[in-house]
């Protein structure tokens, strides 16, 4: 039994204080599997299947079947006979059934480059959804640092309720002593309240950003889980890796597709073609009865002239793309100021934090200096107070920054496609 106590209370830290964590990487994973716009890529996928198979069934022969029964008012009759034969005229009644089969023998490529643009088509359609995707980036960031600094603002706090508990066991001591002045404990106990204050605030504020970010990323976050707090750089020098910019290539490259097969559409077209029918009259007009038949044979269409029609829409096409060029030129242009504006406020924070810094050194030789007068009983617990309060706001200034860097470098990065 004393093993088994042992063996429980080594154990049993690892088992309170075991938390679930949560990285910026894992929550960006989570965004582009979970959100329910992914789905969009798997239905593009399945409709361009469906399309290219009804193209490609082009290329097949067509099958037709037909029947007819009809009644006319006048027949071929000859003005003529023959000594010793009568050449009897058609029946006013005559029927026929027919199946025809066509078959495209030479289309000019133009069944291939409609299936390349289809393909091209969902290559656009799918990188629409990942831009999109993407855009949701700077959404987590923003929650995700949000529940960092409040993360570490109960860190704080704890902190400095812990101090204050502990200072007030001494001045409770001095009291008794008469060293301090009556009900300076009075003043620390309605301090720690207001800190229990701040402290609930901080526990709604951080629950209702875990639950949004939580439905963002398609995961549930727990209260008890600790986000990490991630290591960033940002790089001048890197290349833009945005998606907009594969998807430009890729509408310019759907365009030059769809040049091709409007260049392709009025090429000559070999057809060969073949009809088994049963009828009356069969092709023989002079004979009435019924009769099977067949017809086989080639056919060429050639659209010579098609009154610019061709070249106006490629027209059409070329001015689309200059459109897309001049997309990207806004796009490449509106990035690199955005750039700019990350990269002054990075330089803007990384000189507050410096000044914090100095300030948080300041701050700690005056409080040091506060505690041993409030010990000699020369000050009072409110003016110990708020020298420990400039202290832990100097502090909370120092986290805040160093927060709203990380979320710059964040956002500077997704901003530059890294």
């Given at each position: 039994?004393?093993?088994?106590?042992?063996?429980?209370?080594?154990?049993?830290?690892?088992?309170?204080?075991?938390?679930?964590?949560?990285?910026?990487?894992?929550?960006?994973?989570?965004?582009?599997?979970?959100?329910?716009?992914?789905?969009?890529?798997?239905?593009?996928?399945?409709?361009?299947?469906?399309?290219?198979?009804?193209?490609?069934?082009?290329?097949?022969?067509?099958?037709?079947?037909?029947?007819?029964?009809?009644?006319?008012?006048?027949?071929?009759?000859?003005?003529?006979?023959?000594?010793?034969?009568?050449?009897?005229?058609?029946?006013?009644?005559?029927?026929?059934?027919?199946?025809?089969?066509?078959?495209?023998?030479?289309?000019?490529?133009?069944?291939?480059?409609?299936?390349?643009?289809?393909?091209?088509?969902?290559?656009?359609?799918?990188?629409?959804?990942?831009?999109?995707?993407?855009?949701?980036?700077?959404?987590?960031?923003?929650?995700?640092?949000?529940?960092?600094?409040?993360?570490?603002?109960?860190?704080?706090?704890?902190?400095?309720?812990?101090?204050?508990?502990?200072?007030?066991?001494?001045?409770?001591?001095?009291?008794?002593?008469?060293?301090?002045?009556?009900?300076?404990?009075?003043?620390?106990?309605?301090?720690?309240?207001?800190?229990?204050?701040?402290?609930?605030?901080?526990?709604?504020?951080?629950?209702?950003?875990?639950?949004?970010?939580?439905?963002?990323?398609?995961?549930?976050?727990?209260?008890?889980?600790?986000?990490?707090?991630?290591?960033?750089?940002?790089?001048?020098?890197?290349?833009?890796?945005?998606?907009?910019?594969?998807?430009?290539?890729?509408?310019?490259?759907?365009?030059?597709?769809?040049?091709?097969?409007?260049?392709?559409?009025?090429?000559?077209?070999l057809m060969g073609f073949g009809t088994g029918g049963y009828g009356n009259p069969g092709l023989n007009m002079?004979?009435?009865?019924?009769?099977?038949?067949?017809?086989?044979?080639?056919?060429?269409?050639?659209?010579?002239?098609?009154?610019?029609?061709?070249?106006?829409?490629?027209?059409?096409?070329?001015?689309?793309?200059?459109?897309?060029?001049?997309?990207?030129?806004?796009?490449?242009?509106?990035?690199?100021?955005?750039l700019n504006q990350h990269q002054s406020e990075i330089n803007k924070i990384n000189e507050f934090i410096k000044?914090?810094?100095?300030?948080?050194?300041?701050?700690?030789?005056?409080?040091?200096?506060?505690?041993?007068?409030?010990?000699?009983?020369?000050?009072?617990?409110?003016?110990?107070?708020?020298?420990?309060?400039?202290?832990?706001?100097?502090?909370?200034?120092?986290?805040?920054?160093?927060?709203?860097?990380?979320?710059?470098?964040?956002?500077?990065?997704?901003?530059?496609?890294?």
């Amino acid at each position: 039994m004393k093993n088994v106590i042992t063996i429980l209370l080594i154990f049993m830290p690892w088992v309170t204080y075991a938390q679930e964590e949560l990285t910026l990487n894992k929550c960006y994973e989570l965004v582009n599997a979970n959100y329910p716009l992914n789905k969009q890529i798997e239905y593009m996928s399945q409709q361009n299947s469906i399309d290219v198979s009804v193209i490609k069934a082009s290329k097949l022969p067509q099958l037709e079947f037909s029947a007819q029964a009809t009644y006319q008012s006048d027949v071929i009759e000859f003005p003529f006979s023959f000594p010793g034969s009568r050449v009897e005229p058609p029946n006013n009644d005559q029927y026929k059934a027919t199946v025809s089969a066509n078959q495209i023998l030479y289309g000019g490529g133009v069944i291939d480059k409609a299936i390349n643009l289809k393909e091209a088509e969902l290559k656009v359609k799918q990188k629409q959804v990942e831009v999109s995707l993407y855009q949701l980036k700077k959404q987590v960031n923003q929650l995700y640092f949000s529940i960092l600094l409040l993360q570490e603002k109960q860190d704080l706090i704890k902190a400095r309720s812990e101090q204050l508990e502990s200072k007030l066991k001494e001045v409770k001591a001095a009291i008794k002593y008469g060293v301090v002045l009556p009900a300076s404990d009075k003043i620390i106990e309605a301090e720690l309240l207001q800190i229990e204050q701040q402290s609930i605030e901080i526990t709604q504020n951080k629950t209702s950003f875990i639950n949004t970010l939580s439905e963002l990323i398609g995961k549930e976050i727990s209260l008890n889980t600790e986000l990490q707090s991630p290591i960033i750089s940002s790089d001048n020098n890197s290349e833009n890796m945005r998606p907009e910019l594969e998807l430009f290539q890729l509408e310019k490259s759907k365009i030059e597709l769809s040049e091709k097969l409007i260049r392709n559409q009025n090429s000559p077209k070999l057809m060969g073609f073949g009809t088994g029918g049963y009828g009356n009259p069969g092709l023989n007009m002079l004979d009435n009865s019924f009769q099977p038949y067949y017809l086989v044979g080639l056919k060429l269409n050639w659209n010579i002239f098609d009154w610019n029609v061709s070249k106006n829409k490629r027209k059409s096409l070329l001015i689309n793309k200059s459109i897309i060029d001049n997309q990207q030129e806004i796009f490449e242009l509106n990035t690199t100021i955005e750039l700019n504006q990350h990269q002054s406020e990075i330089n803007k924070i990384n000189e507050f934090i410096k000044s914090d810094n100095e300030i948080i050194e300041l701050r700690k030789i005056i409080l040091k200096t506060a505690d041993a007068q409030l010990k000699n009983g020369v000050i009072t617990s409110s003016a110990y107070i708020i020298e420990l309060t400039n202290l832990f706001e100097a502090v909370n200034n120092l986290k805040t920054h160093e927060i709203q860097l990380l979320l710059t470098k964040a956002n500077y990065n997704v901003t530059l496609g890294n």
